[in-house]
Nanobody, 122 residues
């Protein structure tokens, strides 16, 4: 399993960024793909996750209504559209894979890609 995140950068508060995670080496239907972030001095947290269930993606409460996760299975890319960004969204964002379904728990992720830095200026 290989994952590579991209799309980070510097943006003003209220702005938008779209992150991409290129995935290879596995079947999407067998894995859940999540975006996990780590801000300076803080623990990692699951921001959003997508799997093959019909119930819809998982979002951390702090990003609901602002972030949207999606995947293009043909291109093997998972996206995270981030709108109305806030200074507290500043973090290194990584994409990661866990078995089958989204758990919302960092400890459940088994495969990790290199992160991309998002900096939101206020």
């Amino acid at each position: 399993v290989q994952l590579q995140a991209s799309g980070g950068g510097l943006v003003q508060a209220g702005g938008s960024l779209k992150l991409s995670c290129a995935a290879s080496g596995f079947t999407f239907d067998d894995w859940a793909i999540g975006w996990v972030r780590q801000a300076p001095g803080k623990e990692r947290e699951v921001v959003s996750c997508i799997d093959s269930r019909d119930g819809g993606p998982y979002y951390k409460d702090a990003v609901k209504g602002r972030f949207t996760i999606s995947w293009d299975k043909a291109k093997r890319i998972v996206y995270l559209q981030m709108n109305s960004l806030k200074a507290e969204d500043t973090a290194a964002y990584s994409c990661a894979a866990e078995d089958k379904w989204c758990s919302g728990k960092v400890s459940m992720y088994r495969h990790w890609g290199r992160g991309t830095l998002v900096t939101v200026s206020s």
